[in-house]
């Protein structure tokens, strides 16, 4: 499961320093990747994404618009 957040090219350093800050106040680690003009952030637990969106309030409107997906996950034989 991750965040989705797409990207423009002047969010980046907005939303990273929002993420920080959110991250500081509730003392949760995260991981972030940059995979073609998105930004995906991961926890270490799922019950950390509901904590997020319940919490989540950056100051720009653009950034309250994110995805929360959860991979199709494969079938082994």
Do not use: C
């Not at 929002?18 to 972030?32: G, S, T």
């Amino acid at each position: 499961m991750y965040l989705e957040f797409a990207l423009s090219a002047n969010s980046l350093r907005t939303l990273s320093t929002e993420l920080h800050d959110w991250a500081a106040k509730y003392n949760i680690q995260y991981r972030q990747k940059i995979i073609r003009l998105t930004l995906r952030v991961t926890f270490d637990s799922d019950e950390l994404y509901t904590l997020f969106a319940m919490t989540w309030n950056p100051g720009q409107n653009e950034l309250l618009k994110y995805s929360l997906i959860e991979p199709m996950k494969t079938r082994q034989p």
